[in-house]
């Protein structure tokens, strides 16, 4: 039997992609999702899925690429521009190059500290816009102990389990970066997942469903074919376009949450027997 965590990324970004995901998730399939605590919906937004959706899971969306920092601004200098904003992911190879250990633990530590404080609760698990925080090794050492100290699950790293694999994502995410240059952060990050202890995450990453491919075409597809073996994450960032500002992710969000909603999708998981899970019972 396949086994499914549907995980909408994003939560907190804007109220329309707060909206979004409720929605996925009352008349859908997404299990869980992932919160920009940074952003100033978040807390309107937690407030309505803890009330309204009790049966989401909550977990946290690091993030070092969007918005402003939890900290003040002044108490993390190498993970901000002069504004105070993070650097967008467009200059991602470039920013990291000057993060700093102590200025991540602290910003990392921060937001899940806002979380705890809004939800009453910690995070039911870690992933990372932009997957920050797996393309460094300094932020993966603090992700993954953040993880071992609060025994979250975190999303799968993927190719972080082997260095080439890693490399490759490495080109793609950061922009400039030579081939020599991504295989030695590729085996920097794998040295880093290998000294984590205990850490758990699902078994598979399905990431087919975004950007072009963000259709219920494709969506069926990946149902119909998923692992039996073990646990599938299956990320998605399902919302509405309105009051989106700053992103380059817009018009797909609705068109993510047509397809997670449809008709077809229930029917599919019904006649594969799909059994949709989440985050928390991976530490059960």
């Known amino acids: 039997m396949p086994a499914l965590i549907v995980n909408a990324d994003d939560f907190g970004r804007s109220a329309g992609i707060n909206r979004g995901i409720l929605e996925a998730h009352a008349r859908g399939i997404v299990t869980s ?12 937004g937690l ?9 989401l899971r909550l977990g946290l ?11 003040p601004p002044e108490t993390v ?4 521009d002069a504004d105070g904003h993070f650097f967008p992911v467009e200059k991602l190879s470039e920013a990291a190059s000057c993060w700093t250990a102590d200025d991540l633990r602290r910003e990392l530590q921060a937001q899940v500290d806002r979380f705890v404080a809004l939800v009453g609760r910690p995070p039911t698990h870690l992933d990372s816009h932009h997957h920050a925080t797996y393309l460094h090794p300094e932020a ?13 699950p975190i999303r799968n790293p993927g190719a972080a389990l082997e260095p080439v694999g890693t490399a490759d994502r490495v080109k793609q995410m950061l922009v400039g970066v030579s081939d020599e240059q991504a295989y030695h952060l590729a085996e920097s990050l794998h040295h880093v997942l290998g000294e984590s202890q205990g850490v758990r995450w699902p078994d598979h990453l399905e990431t087919r469903f975004f950007g072009p491919r963000a259709i219920l075409g494709e969506l069926l597809v990946i149902l119909t074919t998923l692992p039996t073996d073990g646990v599938t994450e299956l990320m998605c960032h ?3 376009a309105a009051g989106l500002v700053g992103s380059s992710y817009v018009a797909e969000r609705e068109r993510e949450l047509h397809a997670l909603t449809h008709a077809s999708t229930h029917e599919v998981i019904s006649a594969e027997n799909i059994r949709l899970m989440t985050f928390a019972e991976l530490t059960d």
């Not at 969306?61 to 900290?71: D, E, I, K």
């Open 33 to 44: 999702t992932t919160v920009m605590i940074n952003y100033e919906d978040a807390p309107a």
């Open 47 to 55: 407030e309505q899925a803890l009330e309204e959706a009790p049966d």
């Open 61 to 71: 969306h690091l993030t070092l690429t969007s918005g402003r920092p939890v900290s």
């Open 77 to 80: 200098p190498s993970l901000v």
């Open 140 to 152: 993966l050492r603090v992700m993954l102990a953040l993880a071992a100290a609060y025994e979250f």
């Open 238 to 240: 399902p919302g509405y």
